[in-house]
């Protein structure tokens, strides 16, 4: 961490910054220019709120060099996570493919999409139970039906679920019957629900804010890494931007660069990103081709009278034919999809 | 709304829509173009979710032509909704300040701040017993501590007070005791939070999220009015932006954009949104002289020291500064300061 | 074309727009609804310009139903384009690589770096004499003497060469000896450079500006072709965003959805757009995958000591690994390399 | 300026490095962290492209320290820069609007505007003869013609004018006959442009592109600067954003930044940032409060029959409501009006 000092800071001001650093157990090195003169910090400084020295009235800036993050940071974890679940493998390799309906409707809406993705080859299963929806009039979900619905797909074909939660409440009566707890863009950083998922044995699938940077996904992420709940699988899904032609602009270049700062394996959500099914295969190959290590999709089996998000939602045969496609792409990666 | 077909789509299925519609209790207008056909929806629209017209196949577009909201619409409230905190009044021509330190840190700090916030013509106190840091290792806050020295500042100089709430637990517990609900930018689109919200018998004043549209923000603020809490309070506090300079893009054009939409009041955050102490006061008396019906400015009495956002902290002498040249403007606006 | 009016527009003020629209040869089709009136527009809508009914103060808004671009659309020009740059073809099915330096720096340079990517399978050259640096103390380009290299380059590898254009000036002396113009992103809107690029008789390639939407992109490339001149090329080469890890963001989704909307061929830029020489290789392939007709990437035979966007280049040994890697994933699109 | 070294980077390298920054006149600093070895550069780090030294596959990033501009830096220019316009004043105290349609229609239109905006004390006179327009099929200016109707305002009113140059051509032909040269948003960064601007003999008011960085508005006023003009007026009129129901997003944190940054005079366009006459009294309000020198308002005696931009003009009973409130506000902010 670099400090840079204002050109009117007094010696004495600065030099009780420097002694209070100091005390904290940091190295200063100096560095006097023709304008300005700053000090780097030795030491771990992932312990400093910059928020705290940048609000010295004699700092003119303060610059990270070292990242904020610890657990998250792959200089410190160069293997790549395997998240395991059930058996189904994520990361590290393996390409897995989440696929399901947008919210759970009836049991034979999520049985019927589930047999047929299981026949396509996802590797688990999606459905919304808790809807995060804009408007207070528009349908919210099944709830506590929908999971039991859920739960009855995965005992039929196998698959495990993946399914959001929205409050603490919901996460501590039902984290034990989920495979894998989402925490949706809008609450990445609901921190008190991260701090919750930190607590708890089932891997956690962080779905990045509308406006998040790639530091504050790995810092979301932290929160729950941070909590003892080492099984976190981050998510791109589109970010806001002017362009008006989709619902947001899928930011794949946030694949490579994420893959690159941490071990955690990073998934990719073409049906949010986009708000169009015409879009989801050419940005699920290109997910694929950008290094994700999975794709999460969904599928309808009549999405002309889904509930929600059906614009988005591609048929089960348009899903078949998307997984074969990608098939090839995932093998040119080297990786195995399971 | 209208609904704008595929030049492919088929008569019948386009008459089966129509008809399916016309059971809803619309009216339907039909206009053939060279290249299109369109339909326009005649009847209470906000009962239909858009998403699920724009799924089907034979649909290019949807078209809102009426707002989505009733509750939070000036259409339907002609008149301007005063805030009343305890007989202090935001909104309608009462313009209110709302001043304090980002974080309650000590007694000492808050008491002192309080004092002199009030000499300065502040009408309510701010203070984060509970805080969102987007690092875990950050300060969270004192938690129930914290509240407790605001209600004995509350006690002391009779400011009614304002402080952030994360999570339904903490709503359940606390709201009794605090004068005002906020509800953080982060948790803007926490949607459970909102619903609970909409329970209590407190004001809450929503913060914009960071890339919330107009439209989005007014949708939050319907889910608490669609609980029955008519007391909504809305604050503008900057955008995401490419913009390096400042922390985020205060976006003052929402203030005359919201005034026209909405009855309720509209208040600014000049301190959060540039992130920068100097920034303040210039920012505070352009959203005076843009409409705005309250202000909300962090105050410090030692920000080089301050555990959370000291760089955008005025020490409590720039705040009176601050409050003595707003005065004239709010003077020019038409508007009472309590 | 579809106007709607205020609560307020009174009958004989609508009734006067009514009959002006009609004179002007359009069909206008009526619908009352509660709380609008609208009317729906039948005709060539290109020729009005929407800004002067929106102007109109019994005017609420007006929605576009019909694209404002005729030449650019495939809706009249179903079949791909196919560019011809000397026998060298780009869109319908041919994929091509066009490769070199960021700007010329001299001879030896840009011969070594054109002989090196011609046998890596690049199609054409790229190089900049004329360069729009940020700051007028960067290095601007050699001019006509980087030009003249480029031929030389041409001769020795038969690759045509693509380079930038600055001013209308430089059009009108060196379009002659340029296979492809190109128009960069800051000029993308410099309007009175495209009407002059619409005159000439080579292939224009448009690179889209860094808040451009899709619209405007294909609204300038319109400029070009309502010129006369039929060969343009669009270039995807990232958005300005709030995401700081990157230059810009590439915008993959602009691909598939220019591809619906225009038949000319669609390039990625994933140089420029990352700024980043480890992201080339991730998004390139991505592109590929996401159905771009081919790619611009810059390298440098030294990049450590290049003048200009070193941090982006590669180098002619990870270029060469690049265009195999890639070779696969053209094959699945079931494109031609040229 | 500060170089990071990356972790892997050989001694060797650096010393190389080090010794050709050297060799360039700059002291060094040394930092050796636990992570980083960083070095600070100590001289005139104008001269060096931050790009050329990033290239360097040893180094991790630069920072700036200093900023790249020199003759539009406020810390070598204390002073505000008054600029002059046949005795007209901006800056420094001086404060001044203008004002006018958006193009220049008639010889009738222009007069009756100019000689009203006359009497509600606007200080220049504003009308585009050259059109930048998204459409070629929009109406493109009236040329010449239009600039010989301003002559002829400017004659009956006393009023200076400023125009918009779109290319060098234009430039040379007219600005001799123009009283203050207007470079638009989408001309921002067309840096042939802004160097011939740099030879002329007239202030040229500089518009911010949609998408720049203040740092980006400056470099461009740095090229005119550099050329030897030292009569450069910035314009902020609003940037690109998510935010859909104002055409851009009026940015009015970046006056004071600006204002700080800079000694070159700053205006405000409320008119084309939010393209919504309705906006333009509370962002005009808003801008003088937030120390802006100046306005630009599009003011048209017949908006609804305006051939461009009608949507955001003010009729002139509007625009003289809109100055005797702004009065109020000017005087607050001690300037004085001319």
Redesign the interface.
């Known amino acids: 961490m670099?400090v840079?000092f204002k050109k009117d800071a007094k010696v004495t001001e600065i030099e009780e910054m420097k002694k209070s650093l100091e005390d904290k157990g940091f190295h200063i090195?100096?560095?006097?220019?023709?304008?300005?003169y700053?000090i780097?910090?030795?030491?771990d400084t992932?312990?400093i709120?910059p928020?705290?020295l940048?609000?010295?009235?004699i700092v003119e800036k303060v610059?990270y060099?070292?990242e904020?993050?610890k657990k998250a940071n792959r200089?410190f974890n160069p293997l790549d996570l395997v998240v395991d679940v059930g058996g189904h493998k994520i990361g590290g390799g393996y390409f897995s493919v989440i696929a399901g309906p947008c919210s759970v409707e009836s049991k034979e809406q999520v049985l019927e999409i589930a047999t047929k993705i299981k026949a396509s080859n996802a590797g688990l299963l999606r459905g919304g139970a808790?809807k995060?929806?804009?408007?207070?009039?528009?349908?919210?979900g099944m709830g506590k039906d929908g999971l039991d619905i859920l739960i009855e797909a995965k005992k039929e074909t196998g698959l495990p679920i993946v399914t959001e939660i929205?409050?603490?409440?919901?996460l501590e009566k039902y984290h034990e019957i989920i495979d894998v707890v989402q925490i949706g863009a809008?609450?990445m950083?609901?921190?008190?629900?991260l701090?919750e998922a930190g607590k708890i044995n089932k891997p956690v699938l962080i779905k990045r804010g509308?406006?998040a940077?790639?530091?504050?996904l790995l810092?979301s992420a932290?929160?729950v890494l941070?909590?003892g709940n080492n099984n976190v699988i981050l998510c791109e899904r589109g970010?806001?931007?002017?362009?008006?032609?989709?619902r947001n602009?899928?930011?794949?270049?946030?694949?490579?660069?994420l893959k690159?700062k941490t071990h955690l394996p990073v998934i990719v959500d073409p049906s949010h990103?986009?708000g169009s099914w015409?879009?989801v295969e050419?940005?699920a190959?290109?997910?694929?081709?950008?290094?994700a290590d999975g794709l999460m999709i969904e599928v309808h089996n009549d999405?002309?009278?889904?509930?929600?998000?059906?614009?988005q939602?591609v048929k089960p045969e348009k899903f078949d034919s998307i997984m074969k496609k990608i098939a090839?792409?995932i093998e040119?990666e080297d990786k195995i999809l399971n």
Chains 1, 2, 3, 4 share one sequence.
């Open positions: 670099i840079v090195h100096e560095s006097q220019g023709e304008n300005h700053l780097g910090l030795v030491g992932t312990i709120d928020d705290v940048k609000a010295h009235r610059i060099v070292q904020p993050y200089r808790f995060p929806r804009t408007s207070p009039y528009s349908f919210q929205m409050s603490i409440k919901q809008r609450n950083q609901n921190f008190d629900l701090k509308m406006s940077t790639i530091q504050e810092m932290e929160y941070a909590g970010i806001r931007s002017f362009q008006k032609e989709v602009v899928l930011d794949l270049s946030a694949v490579p660069i690159a990103a986009t015409q879009l050419p940005m190959k290109a997910a694929v081709a950008a290094g999405p002309d009278n889904a509930l929600c998000d059906g614009a939602s090839a792409y040119l």
